[in-house]
């Protein structure tokens, strides 16, 4: 057990939910054509391939630009250049639509661990409050609406939200101040030895380490942070909170 334990906090991707990977290809496609349709349904004549190639260049220059740092990609502004590249004027209605369209189609490849609801179930029995802390694009807000589980958590934090990407202290900060509960009667699960694990024992939380495959653990020891235990499964949780 880990003392006086109040809230919860999950990490998202590689921690409760995974990419079904022989549906990812096919799922992304689908959004694309259903996002060229809906452009050419405005009157804007573009191909997949042309979208796709400027969207893959735009995407990376993005991407360059905050290499080093801890700040998160801003998709609106990431389409807003697409738009603008393809000679189209951008709005942030015409943006909202395409991501809108985009994502609803693409997270379905998004599923969700056989031990995930029952570790939710189990948290809400137990009266903790409970909280998603994920690096995660505007995407995150079509996961979670996918999979229906937004009423198992009291809070959900998106690094896009205050683009911030963990592990830097503010996603973890404002999370906690959401809560209203303080960093030591909190606990952070995940499966990111720096984001998920030093970040949250720097700004004073206790820290799972979730390991559903082979992670590299030698950073610990570069930090000398370590997490409070590892567990193989998120129903290893009922023995330790």
């Not at 998004?110 to 137990?126: A, E, G, Q």
């Not at 694990?197 to 495959?213: D, E, F, S, T, Y």
Request: glycine share 4%.
């Amino acid at each position: 057990m880990m003392g006086e334990i109040k809230a919860v906090l999950f990490d998202l991707y590689g921690t409760l939910v995974y990419e079904e990977r022989d549906e990812e290809e096919q799922y992304r496609f689908k959004a694309y054509n259903r996002l060229i349709a809906y452009l050419k349904s405005l009157g804007y004549n573009v191909s997949i391939n042309y979208f796709i190639k400027i969207y893959n260049n735009i995407f990376e220059k993005c991407l360059e630009r905050i290499k080093g740092t801890l700040n998160e990609l801003d998709m609106i502004y990431v389409y807003w250049n697409i738009f603008k590249n393809l000679g189209i004027m951008p709005s942030l209605n015409l943006v909202k639509n395409c991501l809108d369209i985009f994502y609803t189609m693409e997270v379905r490849s998004v599923k969700m661990f056989p031990d995930t609801l029952s570790i939710l179930n189990y948290c809400r029995k137990r009266g903790f409050k409970t909280a998603i802390v994920s690096n995660a694009t505007i995407r995150f807000e079509y996961v979670i609406s996918r999979l229906k589980i937004s009423n198992y958590f009291d809070v959900l934090m998106a690094s896009y939200k205050i683009l911030k990407v963990k592990p830097h202290p503010e996603i973890y900060l404002k999370t906690l101040n959401l809560l209203n509960i303080s960093p030591q009667n909190a606990v952070m699960i995940g499966n990111s030895p720096l984001s998920d694990i030093i970040g949250a024992k720097k700004v004073g939380l206790k820290a799972i380490l979730i390991k559903r495959h082979d992670i590299e653990e030698n950073i610990f020891q570069k930090y000398n942070v370590y997490p409070d235990a590892i567990i193989f499964s998120l129903n290893e949780l009922r023995k330790l909170i």
